[in-house]
Nanobody, 126 residues
Framework: QLPLVESGGGLVQSGGSLRLSCAAS????????IGWFRQAPGKEREGISC????????FYAESVKGRFTISRDNAENTAYLQMKSLRPEDTAVYYC???????????????????WGQGTQVTVSS
């Protein structure tokens, strides 16, 4: 288990930007791939991006490709999700999660992630 804390959510107008952070409190952060997920009211949790433990593999869902950028700073035990050109349909609770499994970003599935943050709300107004 890797304790994770998300931050950076908030209210933004359509077309705006936000940067989410996912911080871990222990130094083995670089042993884990990090995934970002989101869940809108009444919808299933959706995996939107993944970055491998040292950043060599990255995945984006089609819904965010070209607008969101995932990154990580292992020296700071933190991963980021830069979100641009936000749309009302991006409104959701955003979660980061960690997985120590192999090739997680090539086979990006929610059930492969065992450690989850508490979530941060992102609301995009039209």
């Amino acid at each position: 288990q890797l304790p994770l804390v998300e931050s950076g959510g908030g209210l933004v107008q359509s077309g705006g930007s936000l940067r989410l952070s996912c911080a871990a409190s222990i130094s083995i952060f670089d042993h884990y791939a990090i995934g970002w997920f989101r869940q809108a009211p009444g919808k299933e949790r959706e995996g939107i991006s993944c970055i491998s433990s040292h950043g060599s593999a990255i995945f984006y869902a089609e819904s965010v490709k070209g607008r969101f950028t995932i990154s990580r700073d292992n020296a700071e035990n933190t991963a980021y999700l830069q979100m641009k050109s936000l749309r009302p349909e991006d409104t959701a609770v955003y979660y980061c999660a960690a997985s120590s499994g192999p090739n997680v970003c090539f086979d990006f599935r929610r059930e492969r992630f065992g450690s989850w943050g508490q979530g941060t709300q992102v609301t995009v107004s039209s």
